[in-house]
Protein backbone atom coordinates (compact mmCIF):
# COMPACT_ATOMS: atom_id res chain seq x y z
CA UNK A 1 0.00 0.00 0.00
CA UNK A 2 2.68 2.24 0.85
CA UNK A 3 5.19 1.54 -3.23
CA UNK A 4 1.48 2.22 -4.25
CA UNK A 5 0.71 5.89 -2.54
CA UNK A 6 3.95 6.78 -3.45
CA UNK A 7 3.84 5.90 -7.19
CA UNK A 8 0.69 7.11 -7.22
CA UNK A 9 1.70 10.96 -5.93
CA UNK A 10 4.53 10.94 -7.80
CA UNK A 11 3.10 10.06 -11.33
CA UNK A 12 0.46 12.10 -10.81
CA UNK A 13 3.24 14.81 -9.54
CA UNK A 14 5.79 14.33 -13.09
CA UNK A 15 2.81 14.64 -15.19
CA UNK A 16 1.35 17.83 -13.62
CA UNK A 17 4.84 19.17 -14.28
CA UNK A 18 5.84 17.99 -17.60
CA UNK A 19 1.82 18.45 -18.53
CA UNK A 20 1.65 22.22 -17.47
CA UNK A 21 4.51 23.91 -16.15
CA UNK A 22 7.19 22.90 -18.03
CA UNK A 23 8.47 21.25 -21.10
CA UNK A 24 10.23 22.76 -24.89
CA UNK A 25 8.94 23.25 -28.13
CA UNK A 26 9.37 21.42 -31.50
CA UNK A 27 8.86 21.32 -35.32
CA UNK A 28 8.37 18.11 -37.03
CA UNK A 29 8.23 19.84 -40.96
CA UNK A 30 11.22 19.58 -41.27
CA UNK A 31 12.38 16.74 -39.64
CA UNK A 32 12.80 17.06 -35.54
CA UNK A 33 13.34 20.62 -34.67
CA UNK A 34 14.26 21.73 -30.96
CA UNK A 35 12.48 25.20 -30.72
CA UNK A 36 13.79 26.20 -26.70
CA UNK A 37 12.08 25.41 -23.62
CA UNK A 38 8.55 27.47 -22.14
CA UNK A 39 7.30 26.97 -18.20
CA UNK A 40 4.31 28.96 -17.49
CA UNK A 41 3.20 29.50 -13.69
CA UNK A 42 1.08 30.27 -12.81
CA UNK A 43 -0.42 27.39 -15.14
CA UNK A 44 -3.98 27.48 -17.20
CA UNK A 45 -6.60 25.55 -15.89
CA UNK A 46 -7.33 24.57 -19.66
CA UNK A 47 -6.04 25.73 -23.03
CA UNK A 48 -7.51 24.37 -26.08
CA UNK A 49 -7.75 25.42 -29.73
CA UNK A 50 -10.02 23.01 -31.44
CA UNK A 51 -9.08 24.28 -34.91
CA UNK A 52 -6.10 26.87 -34.79
CA UNK A 53 -4.45 29.69 -32.90
CA UNK A 54 -1.14 31.97 -33.04
CA UNK A 55 0.82 28.97 -31.96
CA UNK A 56 2.87 27.74 -34.90
CA UNK A 57 5.29 25.35 -32.59
CA UNK A 58 4.43 21.68 -31.32
CA UNK A 59 4.57 21.98 -27.08
CA UNK A 60 5.81 19.11 -25.17
CA UNK A 61 2.77 18.21 -22.82
CA UNK A 62 2.61 14.79 -24.23
CA UNK A 63 5.12 13.60 -21.64
CA UNK A 64 3.50 14.76 -18.90
CA UNK A 65 0.45 13.04 -20.42
CA UNK A 66 2.16 9.36 -20.86
CA UNK A 67 2.62 9.90 -16.73
CA UNK A 68 -0.93 10.34 -16.61
CA UNK A 69 -1.47 7.53 -18.04
CA UNK A 70 1.27 5.26 -16.42
CA UNK A 71 -1.03 6.21 -13.20
CA UNK A 72 -4.09 5.34 -15.21
CA UNK A 73 -2.53 1.75 -16.05
CA UNK A 74 -1.80 1.22 -12.27
CA UNK A 75 -5.09 2.52 -11.15
CA UNK A 76 -7.19 0.74 -13.29
CA UNK A 77 -5.19 -2.71 -12.18
CA UNK A 78 -5.46 -1.92 -8.15
CA UNK A 79 -9.04 -2.88 -7.80
CA UNK A 80 -11.40 -3.54 -10.22
CA UNK A 81 -14.38 -1.99 -8.11
CA UNK A 82 -12.99 1.42 -9.42
CA UNK A 83 -13.12 1.11 -12.98
CA UNK A 84 -16.80 2.19 -12.81
CA UNK A 85 -15.73 5.53 -10.99
CA UNK A 86 -17.49 8.66 -13.17
CA UNK A 87 -14.19 10.42 -12.15
CA UNK A 88 -11.80 7.67 -13.18
CA UNK A 89 -13.52 7.79 -16.24
CA UNK A 90 -13.58 11.34 -17.20
CA UNK A 91 -10.01 10.97 -16.28
CA UNK A 92 -9.00 8.05 -18.71
CA UNK A 93 -11.36 10.12 -21.35
CA UNK A 94 -9.29 13.67 -21.06
CA UNK A 95 -6.05 11.51 -21.33
CA UNK A 96 -7.83 9.57 -24.78
CA UNK A 97 -8.69 12.71 -26.16
CA UNK A 98 -5.11 14.95 -25.37
CA UNK A 99 -3.22 11.58 -27.06
CA UNK A 100 -5.02 11.70 -30.02
CA UNK A 101 -5.27 15.56 -30.32
CA UNK A 102 -1.77 15.66 -29.75
CA UNK A 103 -1.14 13.00 -32.36
CA UNK A 104 -3.05 14.39 -34.99
CA UNK A 105 -1.34 17.71 -34.21
CA UNK A 106 2.14 15.79 -34.84
CA UNK A 107 0.82 14.54 -38.04
CA UNK A 108 -0.25 18.05 -39.22
CA UNK A 109 3.10 18.93 -38.47
CA UNK A 110 5.09 16.48 -40.06
CA UNK A 111 2.67 17.03 -43.25
CA UNK A 112 3.39 20.91 -42.84
CA UNK A 113 0.12 21.51 -42.09
CA UNK A 114 -0.61 22.79 -37.94
CA UNK A 115 -1.55 25.35 -37.75
CA UNK A 116 -1.72 25.71 -33.84
CA UNK A 117 -4.57 23.22 -32.88
CA UNK A 118 -3.93 22.02 -29.35
CA UNK A 119 -6.23 20.38 -26.39
CA UNK A 120 -4.43 20.63 -23.00
CA UNK A 121 -5.89 19.85 -19.84
CA UNK A 122 -3.14 19.23 -17.77
CA UNK A 123 -4.19 21.21 -14.66
CA UNK A 124 -7.74 19.23 -15.22
CA UNK A 125 -6.68 15.83 -15.44
CA UNK A 126 -4.08 16.26 -12.42
CA UNK A 127 -7.44 17.36 -10.56
CA UNK A 128 -9.43 14.02 -11.65
CA UNK A 129 -6.34 11.82 -10.91
CA UNK A 130 -6.23 13.39 -7.10
CA UNK A 131 -10.12 12.62 -6.78
CA UNK A 132 -9.61 9.60 -8.00
CA UNK A 133 -6.53 8.39 -6.25
CA UNK A 134 -8.18 9.44 -2.73
CA UNK A 135 -11.20 7.75 -2.97
CA UNK A 136 -9.20 4.62 -4.07
CA UNK A 137 -7.27 5.42 -0.78
CA UNK A 138 -9.83 6.25 1.43
CA UNK A 139 -11.86 2.78 0.28
CA UNK A 140 -9.11 0.66 0.78
CA UNK A 141 -8.41 1.93 3.77
CA UNK A 142 -11.76 1.47 5.02
CA UNK A 143 -11.39 -2.03 3.75
CA UNK A 144 -8.52 -3.38 5.64
CA UNK A 145 -9.43 -1.55 8.96
CA UNK A 146 -12.76 -3.67 8.76
CA UNK A 147 -12.48 -6.63 11.27
CA UNK A 148 -12.42 -9.83 10.21
Given at each position: ??????????????????????????????????????????????????????????????IGYVFYLIFGIIY??????????????????????VFISDFYSMYLDF?????????????????????????TSSKLNTESNEPQ
Open positions: MKHYKFISITLLSLGLVFSVLLGFNFNLSQGFEFKGFWFYFPPNLMDIAFISSGETLLKSNLFKQNPSFRKSPVFIAFLILVALNDAFNGRHFRVGLIVFILGILSYRQ
